[in-house]
């Protein structure tokens, strides 16, 4: 059973890091790329930034570039995001999304629970 859980959402005040996890099992978490999208409150859900398979290769909205960060592990079958700098619009609740491939898709066969992250002073 493919199982994709998110951690380390929680409160921050602007100009703030947090980062952000993803625990996947039940697939080669190795072979296929994953991306982080976002639903902010009343909103739809939002592409945050996709890395295929091997690591190599990342990409990103226009509205994170140069603040986040996404990373993976495949030895511990973990992905990352690392938000700087984040700003009040970056209040959403955060998903990890599996590709049906190994190269960056927006298409996607798996999703986790989310995790809030909420920026505010």
């Known amino acids: 059973e493919v199982q994709l859980v998110e951690s380390g959402g929680g409160l921050v005040q602007p100009g703030g890091s947090l980062r952000v996890s993803c625990a996947a099992s039940?697939?080669?978490?190795?072979?296929?790329?994953m991306s982080w999208v976002r639903q902010a409150p009343g909103k739809g859900l939002e592409w945050v930034s996709g890395i295929n398979s091997g690591g190599g290769r990342t990409s990103y909205a226009d509205s994170v570039k140069g603040r986040f960060t996404i990373s993976r592990n495949n030895a511990k079958n973990t992905l990352y995001l690392q938000m700087n700098s984040l700003k009040p619009e970056d209040t959403a609740v955060y998903y990890c999304?599996?590709?049906?491939?190994?190269?960056?898709?927006?298409?996607?066969?798996?999703w986790g629970q989310g995790t809030q992250v909420t920026v505010s002073s």
């Open positions: 039940g697939f080669t978490f190795s072979s296929y790329a």
């Open positions: 999304a599996k590709s049906r491939s190994s190269y960056c898709s927006f298409e996607y066969d798996y």
